[in-house]
């Protein structure tokens, strides 16, 4: 525990040296990518830590997963983030270190639209339907696209732009197209916005049926999330292998 403790030190030492020398020698367009590499070293760190988690502790078959979970773990789920908070980390772009057919729910807010589209979502949605049990149930809600480009011409009083101020949910922004750049890019942290059409041609490609936008649940929606989602839902086939 000690010489984890001291190298763990070591390495908080070393990156913010090696930050701070960045900071002095290279123009911001570079130091963004040595940010971004550092980072993507942490969660291949936090992720060789979960799989060990899983072994360790007889986690390959989960009933009920919640991906992307962030701060708001969900009780009776296995809640799974690429950074430390819930119950395992994982680099869910790699896919989902779980048995086939093991689980009856897989749940998400808000994560989805933060993975590359097409191709790293398309095979993260096959895992999603390889873990689920036949029958079993993909519930996750992404940012609705639709509203604020339906909004848009009918100006800054419209009731999207309203609810981004109200609910505070992009910091900074004024006008209208502001706040559609802040929905679409969230500070380069979004890659893709998604509305239903999109959705479901992507999921029922990757084989999930009963595609279908539902309607908020307080059992499982997170408050915060009832205003501003798109919330949808589709089944494995109870004849799928």
């Known amino acids: 525990m000690q010489a984890t403790s001291v190298t763990s030190k070591i390495k908080r030492k070393a990156k913010a040296i090696l930050l701070g020398v960045g900071q002095k ?16 070293l942490k969660i291949s760190s936090y992720h060789h830590k979960g799989i060990a988690r899983i072994r360790r502790h007889g986690l390959l078959h989960p009933t009920k997963l919640n991906l992307g979970a962030g701060a708001f773990c969900k009780s009776g789920f296995l809640n799974v983030d690429l950074f430390p908070g819930g119950d395992l980390t994982l680099d869910l772009r ?12 897989i749940f998400s807010e808000h994560f989805f639209e933060h993975i590359e589209y097409p191709k790293t979502i398309s095979n993260l949605f096959h895992e999603c ?33 309203r609810a981004c101020l109200e609910h505070h949910w992009h910091p900074d922004c004024t006008t209208r197209i502001e706040h ?12 893709f916005a998604y509305d239903q059409e999109t959705l479901q041609k992507l999921l029922e490609s990757v084989g999930f049926a009963n595609v279908r936008k539902r309607a908020y649940d307080p059992e499982i929606d997170s ?18 292998n």
């Open 223 to 240: 408050e915060h999330r009832r205003v501003g989602s798109l919330f949808i839902s589709a089944m494995k086939p109870l004849n799928h």
């Open 94 to 105: 790699r896919g989902l270190p779980f048995a086939s057919n093991c689980c009856e729910t």
């Open 180 to 191: 559609i750049n802040y929905h679409f890019r969230q500070r380069g942290q979004h890659l």
């Open 25 to 40: 020698c290279l123009l911001p367009p570079q130091m963004e990518v040595l940010t971004l590499l550092l980072t993507e």
């Open 129 to 161: 339907l390889r873990v689920l049990r036949p029958g079993g149930l993909l519930s996750f809600s992404v940012p609705d696209t639709e509203w604020p480009l339906i909004d848009y011409e009918h100006g800054p009083e419209a009731p999207y732009f």
